[in-house]
């Protein structure tokens, strides 16, 4: 199990970036992560872009050794690709593991606070939808549609996260390992509902950190109806089968929901500061 109780500048950690057609902004993210944090590593886990991407990476990875790159075979999906990341990670022993998007949505520079939240947290979410996060130049449909998915994943599942479809988070390492990522095969917004409620569903404590989310100045959203209508099928299809709603027993030493009542998250709001 992961020591958190010494200080955060002792935790190894790593960054998993997920890239396809993202060679407009992985230096930038690359260079914002390193300012923000100069002893993380970063792993680009790279879709055989046909943009370049995963040549520009193994330049960075020439240019710099905490910079690494896995290539796989052709586009699989945001959520393969993270369980592919995450598999690279554990089995190199990393303390900490964070998931960011690659366009810069994300602000590398709320890492320090999102790591330190680890302290009373095993997942801390960088989310849009708490007091002191906010939205920045995206399409009001697209809100919209984000804050709804929201509201409707809550109600569902009976969770008090209020971004539960946030991508941006950091993870202790034990609670990897100690889901069982084989059986994940959501995507997109639906992966990331999907990890947070099995964290949940396994007793362990997550926390949301505002941030503020940017919308991407170059390159497309890989955001599309198929990863809409799949979220919604599955969310519904959980909630009504109560499939997170099963009690599970403690057996790792964390605090866990008593066997009598479902699992609800240790829901708790870090400040962000300057």
Request: proline content about 5%; charged content about 25%; glycine content about 10%.
């Amino acid at each position: 199990m992961t020591d958190l109780r010494t200080e955060p500048d002792t935790w190894s950690l790593v960054v998993i970036i997920p890239t396809y057609n993202e060679v407009d902004n992985l230096v930038a993210i690359t260079t914002r992560v390193r300012a923000a944090m100069p002893s993380a590593d970063i792993l680009v886990v790279d879709d055989a872009s046909p943009d370049g991407t995963g040549w520009l990476a193994e330049r960075l990875t020439a240019q710099d050794s905490r910079v690494h790159v896995l290539h796989r075979q052709g586009k699989a999906g945001l959520g393969a690709a993270y369980l592919a990341g995450f598999d690279w990670v554990l089995a190199r022993g990393y303390d900490v593991v964070v998931q960011m998007d690659a366009d810069g949505s994300h602000p590398p520079e709320s890492l320090p606070g999102m790591v330190a939240g680890l302290s009373s947290a095993d997942l801390v979410i960088g989310s849009r939808y708490v007091p002191g996060g906010s939205v920045v130049n995206w399409p009001k449909h697209r809100e919209l549609l984000s804050r709804g998915g929201n509201l409707y994943s809550r109600i569902a599942l009976g969770v008090q996260i209020h971004d539960i479809t946030a991508g941006y988070r950091v993870f202790r390492r034990d609670v990897l390992e100690n889901l069982t990522l084989d059986e994940v095969s959501s995507q997109g917004y639906c992966f990331q509902i999907d990890m947070v409620m099995r964290v949940l569903r396994a007793g362990f404590r997550a926390a949301e950190f505002p941030i503020t989310f940017t919308e991407r100045e170059h390159g497309t959203s890989k955001m599309s109806g198929a990863i809409v209508r799949e979220a919604l099928w599955r969310v519904t299809r959980w909630g009504l089968s109560g499939r997170f709603r099963r009690p599970v027993r403690g057996e790792h030493g964390h605090s866990r929901a008593r066997p009598s009542q479902a699992p609800s998250a240790h829901h708790a709001l870090f400040e962000r500061r300057p």
